[in-house]
T-cell receptor, first 116, second 113 residues
Framework: AQKVTQAQTEISVVEKEDVTLDCVYE???????LFWYKQPPSGELVFLIR??????QNEISGRYSWNFQKSTSSFNFTITASQVVDSAVYFC?????????????FGKGTKLSVIP | KAGVTQTPRYLIKTRGQQVTLSCSPI?????VSWYQQTPGQGLQFLFE???????NKGNFPGRFSGRQFSNSRSEMNVSTLELGDSALYLC????????????FGPGTRLTVT
């Protein structure tokens, strides 16, 4: 069975601070995919990034960066110089690599509040 | 490209009734998945359809069903509604070949009274 754990339920930071959202996953698959989604108050889930299990390169996109470490089964997300618009619930998710396992298994989410 | 659309956006039903929700995926996407989001259980997978066939199903009772049409549009149906079915129902689409990101619609907020 697949499992995603986001231990941080809520985080509050002051604007311009850096913040890291943790994600730990469990899977028996050798091929799998990891994702981060953002859910602003409007409710729609917005895709941020996808990583496959064979690509451990870290990625940076503007103020966002992701650190994937298979050795610790973690896929952490860092926001640099946070802004009020970053306030949202962030979900880490995992899917398998074979037909019948493409569904997303989500963590419980981390609610990020950025205070001006 | 237009995004994923879901109708209706809001729905209020009474216990025991049934409801049908609709989802139109991104053009060219053949996979549609449905998720239920509640404060207590979080985001849970309901089922996935690919080329009109249910490819995978989550751990939900048989009252929850769905289908996909030849144009990839999908519907989900919940019969004999219970109070616990109150939730945000999210539809997601993807090409369906595996491992791709899924794009979500705005959701249907179902309230059962």
């Amino acid at each position: 069975a697949q499992k995603v754990t986001q231990a941080q339920t809520e985080i509050s930071v002051v604007e311009k601070e850096d913040v890291t959202l943790d994600c730990v996953y469990e899977t028996r698959d050798t091929t799998y995919y990891l994702f981060w989604y953002k859910q602003p108050p409007s409710g729609e889930l917005v895709f941020l990034i996808r990583r496959n299990s064979f690509d451990e390169q870290n990625e940076i996109s503007g103020r966002y960066s992701w650190n994937f470490q298979k050795s610790t089964s973690s896929f952490n997300f860092t926001i640099t110089a946070s802004q009020v618009v970053d306030s949202a619930v962030y979900f880490c998710a995992l899917s398998g690599g074979w037909a019948g396992s493409y569904q997303l298994t989500f963590g419980k989410g981390t609610k990020l509040s950025v205070i001006p | 490209k237009a995004g994923v659309t879901q109708t209706p956006r809001y729905l209020i039903k009474t216990r025991g009734q049934q409801v049908t929700l609709s989802c139109s995926p991104i053009s060219g996407h053949r996979s549609v998945s449905w998720y239920q989001q509640t404060p207590g259980q979080g985001l849970q997978f309901l089922f996935e359809y690919f080329s009109e066939t249910q490819r995978n199903k989550g751990n939900f009772p048989g009252r929850f069903s769905g289908r996909q049409f030849s144009n990839s549009r999908s519907e989900m149906n919940v019969s004999t509604l219970e109070l616990g079915d109150s939730a945000l129902y999210l539809c997601a689409s993807s090409p369906g070949t595996g491992g791709e990101e899924q794009y979500f619609g705005p959701g249907t907020r179902l309230t059962v009274t």
